[in-house]
């Protein structure tokens, strides 16, 4: 009894423990057309992210300093580097004739963006982006800092923490597009 009793119990562990992985991306929406064009070349310094970011699995706040990690439910790919990746592709739309360029860079861009994540994360219902930019123009040798917070709803399902996240971003972009086109 007892040895078929410990059979099941590592048959279910087992089972549970292949269960699937939902895998997402952070993707941005190619504008059509950008209300204010981008003339200026963009440099993009860095984009950093808290260290709950930098992991697989999507983080979600369950308490007021308590994340947890949702295992079955993991990013494709290192946040960090689609975040960047979906900048540059949002940005180089938005502008015309110029060029939208990640560090190292061959040659000094008009403006330089430091990008810091401060937050980014899913609670219960909703997700927050709070994030700092800072935008340097070497000719001029200026500095402006731009801060966004922001929170959207959502369904309060796992699966719908990717997609608003996008959302959540995009709107970040599309700001800081607003931003270096003036």
């Known amino acids: 009894?007892?040895?078929?009793?410990?059979?099941?119990?590592?048959?279910?562990?087992?089972?549970?423990?292949c269960s699937s992985k939902n895998q997402y991306i952070i993707n941005l929406e190619k504008p059509t057309q950008?209300?204010?064009p981008i003339y200026k070349k963009v440099g993009i310094s860095s984009l950093s992210l808290p260290n709950y970011l930098l992991t697989y699995p999507i983080a979600k706040r369950v308490g007021r300093s308590k994340i947890e990690y949702l295992e079955a439910h993991i990013w494709a790919d290192r946040l960090d580097d689609s975040l960047k990746r979906e900048l540059i592709k949002v940005l180089q739309a938005h502008s015309?004739?110029?060029?939208?360029?990640?560090y190292p860079w061959g040659a000094l861009p008009d403006v330089s963006v430091e990008i810091a994540i401060n937050e980014f994360i899913a609670t219960s219902n909703s997700v927050v982006l709070d994030a700092t930019a800072k935008l340097y123009f070497h000719k001029s040798q200026k500095t402006l800092i731009h801060r966004f917070h922001q929170s959207k709803p959502f369904s309060g399902k796992n699966e719908d923490i990717a997609a608003t996240m996008s959302q959540l971003f995009g709107d970040f972009v599309d700001k800081l597009s607003y931003?270096?086109?003036k």
């Open 1 to 17: 009894m007892k040895k078929r009793d410990l059979m099941l119990g590592l048959i279910a562990l087992g089972l549970l423990s």
């Open 34 to 36: 950008s209300p204010k």
């Open 96 to 102: 015309t004739n110029s060029e939208i360029i990640n």
């Open 179 to 181: 931003i270096l086109a």
